[in-house]
């Protein structure tokens, strides 16, 4: 193997994921917030990881994200160094925008920098995934599928690996609210019917067809009818206070559509311009500062380059 | 109003809906067969239907698919003239292959014309479903859209007008068995399940987006990866003798993937050349050869015109 450096930096963003209309196959990549992620050889043998934020999250390698990942990567090369991981999140855990997943594609990508670049993106968003299973007890594919892609990204199908198809897509941006609430993944789980009446079924494909076309021709009306979300939305949004006036306020605002990122509390809405996305900020602050919630909102660009180094 | 002509003559191409993961919103059209349609004015009022085919429809008005796109088309702009109509079918009626579509939507193409053209191809698609009604108890679209559009189509929505994407794609040609059997529509609906477990809705959904992309990108790869189906083909292959054995066979071929045609008995393959087509041609026939049941067999390039016009 050809070790580039000793020592790798990346910035992983957050990302969306159930994108509207594409629950459990649509996930983008935000420019903000986004996590800084440094691996470094060392002399010592074995994962050591320490974070250096107030998030409180494990630092034992085998409950920590970034350490599964490490060690599905060191379990396929046969590499035997000693690694060093310092971890500053900035990318709040449990608020909907892959949290768990920026470290998971973070860790995978500069691993692989690392270690001589061994692995495609493809086998990279795999090692993340076993970061996923470690985070939430699924192996789920979107957020880090967006966060190594960059982009919006597609996610056909994840068994035996995940088939990833990262889409055209013209200029958008991102307007997300992040109400300071908790929404626990057994909870989201919950509230979802186990089947959707086919004809359900069908509009929702139909949706998916329409907005991966609306996107690669770049025309936004066709986008705009196409976010719309008839399988997750209407049970979960229950979970999230002020949900139908935060899209009301949005949509009367210039979003083209959006809904709930991840399985929540975050919610996101997309546009066609860094005005609209500005001008959705503050219809979505006036509709929050109306609650006794506290919040953060992101405006950002569609991000197309994914996880980052950092020289 | 404007009359171009006093005699309009089209040729409205078969159509395959269904279109193995788009189920209900993806379809496209055939070169091959196709049914003429002429539409002349007449000094008589009210509508006469001749039928110059073997196929024992009713020339009724009120009974036939063409009397029925014509009266709403009269009732939309008020037009008194009689209209006098003379089909020739090509495309047997119960085939899968979009034969009521094909006298639906060819009538509404050529009644536009004859009156001047005040109509979009958006507002004939919305004619042409209720020549659908007639025919099958539906306003079913992906047919009829298909065929107005030419080329595939992915229907978004049907509520309340039909929202018709005409896709971008790479060369393709169809390959196209008819076994002489018929499949009552009533069994192709009752073999399917009501509901669809999620899983499979989201598998549904990813290959959708998946094959829109890839024919967007000419990616032959990933449209065959993305053309499997498993909400509709897994039921309704049981009323189709010898459907997986055609399957394998023409996917030893070279066929990118293909299935059920409409609600069958029709099976179509897609390939990416003429050569694939015609080698699929004689795979299909090798395994029907081997049974008692007559067929027929068309090779197609995939029609970007839909319907046409005849000088």
Redesign the interface.
Known sequence: MNFESSTITVHAPATVANVV??????GFALEEPFDEIRISFSNEPGIRIRHNDEFGLPEDPEKNVVGTVLKSMIRATGFERGLEVEITKNIKPGSGVGSSAACAAGAAVAANRLLGNPFTKEQLVEFARDGELTACGSRIADNVSACIFGGIT????TEPIA?V?A??FPELFATVIHPQIEIRTEDARAV???????PT??????????????L??GDYD?IG??LEDH?AEPYRKTLIPGFDELKRASMDAGALGGGISGSGPSVFMLSGSIEDANRIADAMRTVYSATSIDFNIYVSGVNRRGVTFVE
């Open positions: 209309c594409g629950f459990d196959c649509l597609l996610v056909r199908a088939d198809v889409l055209e979802l019917p186990r089947e959707v009446p086919l079924a069908i509009r929702q494909w139909g949706n998916v067809g329409a907005l991966v076309a609306g690669a021709r066709l009818r196409a399988v």
